[in-house]
């Protein structure tokens, strides 16, 4: 059983179209998160979203936007794709650190964005 | 702001043993992670540490000094599999958002 699917696994779209990334989480975890992976493989935090609060990384263009249907979902939203988003896109999600537990975020397998 | 330093890539022997190095300088701090990440796939958890002092877990241990910021990821008897990106992450002290390094890539040779 896969605990943190995204679909699609490759995206190939031309610029200036909008697009959607779809994750789901299947752990019972409260948090979710997206992140950007570029070409220079650094992973950048874009969201986090917990119990419907939403914290933004002020760098996030606002053509990103996160939408969670529940607790288990997040999808990202992207608007007038540009060249500069082409990177990977992964999802994760934990679960509130209480007590001695570690709040261990657990990623999908990621979504190849590439912008023609 | 968190800033994140490890080296780019590192070589290493099958069966040997390596150290790859972290240091940070950040705002808040509530715990630092180590992830490993083969090409192509997700990031995969290995290590935590919040207190200063040595973490065992197997052949990884993960060692944290607060006051030096500094941290590193210790690979004993190393296998050709555990050739991949060994990524540093720093949690904040305002909620669960984590900083990434840009993480070492290493490769072990037979």
């Known amino acids: 059983d896969t605990a943190v699917s995204q679909t699609p696994k490759y995206l190939v779209t031309q610029m200036g179209n909008d697009k959607s990334i779809k994750c789901e989480q299947n752990l019972g975890h409260d948090t979710m998160y997206w992140y950007k992976q570029d070409s220079k493989k650094f992973l950048k935090i874009m969201f986090s979203y917990n119990n419907k609060e939403l914290i933004i990384n002020e760098t996030v263009p606002n053509r990103f936007s996160p939408k969670s249907p529940d607790k288990a979902h997040l999808n990202l939203h992207i608007n007038s794709l540009e060249l500069g988003d082409s990177a990977v896109y992964f999802c994760?999600?934990?679960?509130?650190?209480?007590?001695?537990?570690?709040?261990?975020?657990?990623f999908g397998a990621g979504t190849r964005l590439s912008v023609l | 702001g968190q800033n994140i330093d490890q080296p780019t890539e590192m070589t290493a022997t099958e069966g040997a043993i390596v150290q790859i190095n972290c240091t940070y300088q950040?705002?808040?701090?509530?715990?630092l992670f180590w992830y490993q990440q083969h090409a192509g796939e997700a990031p995969t958890f290995l290590s935590y540490n919040v207190l200063d002092g040595l973490e065992e877990k197997g052949r990884f241990s993960s060692f944290l000094s607060r006051s030096k910021g500094y941290s590193y990821l210790l690979l004993k008897e190393l296998q050709m599999k555990d050739s991949a990106s060994y990524l540093c992450a720093v949690r904040d002290n305002a909620g669960n958002m984590l900083t990434f390094g840009g993480g070492t890539r290493l490769m072990v040779k037979p």
């Open positions: 994760a999600s934990s679960q509130a650190t209480t007590g001695d537990r570690v709040d261990i975020q657990y």
């Open positions: 950040t705002s808040g701090f509530n715990g």
